[in-house]
């Protein structure tokens, strides 16, 4: 099984069933069936028990036709709202109206079409009200023609008004609610994809740099001093099996650095690359998080110095306070540490690292030093209640 389809299988399984698709919208036809209410004034039609039927039929005709073009435009939103849909419900409401008044009997029955439609239209703050209004108007129109004994059409126009526009909201918001967890889970596989991509390469990046500037020094201090070189290849074993480890640790995503073994390594790496190393710490004990984004810092600092700045001294100095605390990795090179891709601004890890910090409440100063030299400066609250919420960062490929 691929990496990617992997994350997918593990997102799927802890955001509740989020690819369990909740079935198809409903639509126009589903409320096409109701329009069998009417069924008792067309059989009256048809046996001759309707005076006029002439007007009867062609006003069937008519309310059928408005009621088919309301629900079905009433599941496009901008359909929904629009003045030729809300016209034609009100024509329905004429109709009816005139059906109800001129036969009473079944031709009741079209008051609690009338509603369904009404609640299939109308949404929103005006829908209780608008029920309300509906259903005082047909139990007024229901009891001019029938009395009391039509008083039910009242009930039955306020229940299908409402229960349709219920049942149509709840399905809606079930399939907006649907894709949103969609597009949500879409992105956690893709963050997740970006963080082992950026992860992996600058740990990579920075392996390969230390192991070939020690393989360099090996190399120069082989013919005079094998010990010193013997020492130097044990450090590119160590260095490559604490690689091997890292990597794991990144793709599993529970990767935490350590200030204290950044500047370690930082230390090491200089010296084979003969920069002479210049560490100072001070400061309360920080948090995990600070101390993993500050080395994350140092280790693209340092990196960066090794590869491109040509510097015969690097100095490295963490000075924290109850508030703040500040990395600052200064070099004595050509000015040129951010790397030949964007010299003077940071290079691509660089502009990670400033969005990452960005997030923690932090900042991250890159540039030429006035006296010469490269500077990168960072600093983060030393209280990281805002940068406990940030996951280990992610430097750019």
């Known amino acids: 099984m691929s990496w990617s389809r992997r994350v997918s299988c593990r997102l799927r399984r802890t955001s509740a069933q989020v690819c369990d698709h ?3 919208l ?15 004034s067309l059989s009256h039609l048809l046996q001759g028990r309707t005076p006029n039927p002439w007007i009867g039929g062609l006003g069937l005709i008519t309310f ?10 009433s599941f496009d939103k901008k359909l929904r709202k629009a003045a030729s849909t809300r016209v034609a419900l009100l024509l329905m409401g004429v109709v009816t109206t005139g059906l109800a008044l001129g036969y009473g009997g079944s031709w009741l029955l079209f008051f609690s079409l009338l509603g369904l439609a009404t609640g299939a239209v109308v949404r929103g703050p005006w829908l209780g009200r608008t029920a309300v209004l509906l259903s005082a108007f047909a139990g007024v129109a229901a009891g001019l023609r029938e009395g009391w004994s039509a008083i039910g059409i009242s009930y039955g126009t306020f229940l299908s008004t409402m229960v349709t526009a219920a049942i149509l909201g709840l399905s809606e918001a079930v399939q907006e609610l649907h894709a949103a967890r969609k597009e949500l889970a879409r992105r956690a596989v893709e963050e997740e994809r970006l963080r082992f991509s950026r992860d992996l390469h600058d740990l990579l990046g920075h392996t390969l740099s230390v192991i070939v500037v020690k393989s360099e020094a090996a190399r120069r201090l082989a ?12 450090d590119i074993e160590s260095v490559g099996r604490q690689a091997l480890t890292e990597i794991r ?11 204290s073994t950044e500047l370690d390594r930082a230390r090491s790496a200089l010296t084979a690359a003969g ?4 560490v100072r710490r001070s400061g309360p004990p920080l948090t995990p998080q600070t101390e993993a984004l500050l080395g994350w810092v140092v280790r693209e600092a340092v990196t960066n110095a090794v590869r491109h700045s040509g510097a015969s001294r690097c100095e490295i100095t963490v000075a924290g306070t109850a508030e703040r605390v500040r990395a600052t990795v200064v070099d004595n090179g050509d000015g040129t540490s951010a790397g030949p891709a964007v010299a003077g601004i940071g290079g691509t890890g660089l502009k990670g690292l400033t969005e990452r910090l960005a997030a923690a409440g932090g900042s991250l100063r890159t540039g030429p030093s006035p006296r010469g030299g490269f500077t990168v400066t960072a600093e983060l609250p030393t209280d990281s209640e805002e940068s406990a ?5 992610t430097l750019g490929p």
């Open 22 to 24: 909740p079935g198809p």
């Open 26 to 40: 409903p639509t126009g036809f589903s409320l096409l069936p109701w329009l069998l209410l009417g069924l008792g």
């Open 64 to 73: 059928n036709s408005l009621y088919i073009y309301v629900v079905f435009r």
């Open 223 to 234: 013919p005079r001093d094998l010990e010193a070189a013997l020492t130097q290849i044990t």
């Open 249 to 259: 640790e990144a793709v599993t995503g529970y990767r935490e650095g350590s200030l």
């Open 275 to 278: 920069i002479e190393p210049v």
């Open 389 to 393: 919420a940030v996951p280990a960062p």
